[in-house]
């Protein structure tokens, strides 16, 4: 699967949602595996300085769209995404999916209340959803995290960890675990358990989901200044492109 654009060296997939998920669909009947990580303008800009981020990013089989900042880059620079496909969105739709085809997901992350909250709260959408099991984010250590995955071999497994953590935790542990699809969704636990709420459709459907995460939680006001600093760096390259 290709179809990439690259955003100041950070590849993002191309290609919108019903593509992607029959892609997934083909990997877990081959049990050919790839992770799927959300790039937005905060991750664009750790990449900047974190070269082994950047590859990690870059060497996943799917980089989903994940925000407003992205879909903007890529007009500015000539590309084709105008749509954004969110962590929590994809895993949405992924959870769809293994409710439909019978696939079995696994979760791994969120405070242990949270964990469990947010699986009720998913098999009440999603009656025949297999959960194969879950465990909480604050145990760290690795081997008894495997060891459960290979115990119960899910097909999907999501670990919400927050970012860059889950990246890594994904890239150091992908190949001894069976499953095929993995996702690093940070906040998405607490999304579906209802402590922290989604922004209300409006500031959705406008690409605002920004501007309801810092009027509800201020203290993000460091992490968001990313994007302003992003655009202006893919206005610099769009300009240094132009005048080649
Ligand atoms: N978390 C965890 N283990 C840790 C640190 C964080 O499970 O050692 C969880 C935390 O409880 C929260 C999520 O990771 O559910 C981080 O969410 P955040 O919104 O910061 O992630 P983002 O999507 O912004 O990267």
Do not use: C
């Amino acid at each position: 699967m290709t179809s990439k654009e690259s955003i100041l060296g950070v590849k993002v997939t191309a290609l919108p949602i019903d593509t992607l998920l029959e892609d997934i669909e083909r990997r877990i009947h081959s049990r050919d595996k790839g992770r799927i990580v959300a790039i937005n303008p905060e991750k664009i800009m750790m990449a900047q300085k974190d070269g082994n981020l950047a590859s990690l990013l870059n060497q996943s089989a799917y980089q989903i769209p994940d925000g407003v900042g992205v879909s903007i880059a890529s007009k500015l620079l000539k590309g084709s995404i105008r749509w954004r496909i969110t962590g929590v969105g994809m895993m949405e739709n992924l959870l769809q999916l293994a409710n439909e085809k019978n696939h079995k997901v696994f979760f791994y992350g969120a405070k242990e209340e949270t964990v469990v909250k947010a699986i009720d709260k998913i098999q009440q959408s999603y009656p025949n959803l297999q959960v194969a099991g879950y465990i909480n984010g604050y145990e760290k250590d690795e081997e008894v995290i495997v060891d459960r995955i290979n115990e119960v071999k899910p097909d999907i497994v999501f670990v919400a960890l927050g970012s860059p953590r889950q990246e890594l935790f994904i890239d150091r542990n992908m190949s001894r675990m069976s499953a095929a699809i993995f996702q690093g969704v940070g906040g998405s636990f607490d999304v579906f358990s209802g402590n922290v709420k989604r922004a209300p459709y409006i500031f959705r459907k406008f690409g605002l989901e920004w501007l309801y995460r810092l009027i509800s939680q201020p203290s993000r006001l460091k992490r968001q200044l990313a994007l302003p600093k992003f655009l202006l760096l893919v206005l610099k390259e769009k300009f240094r492109k132009g005048n080649k």
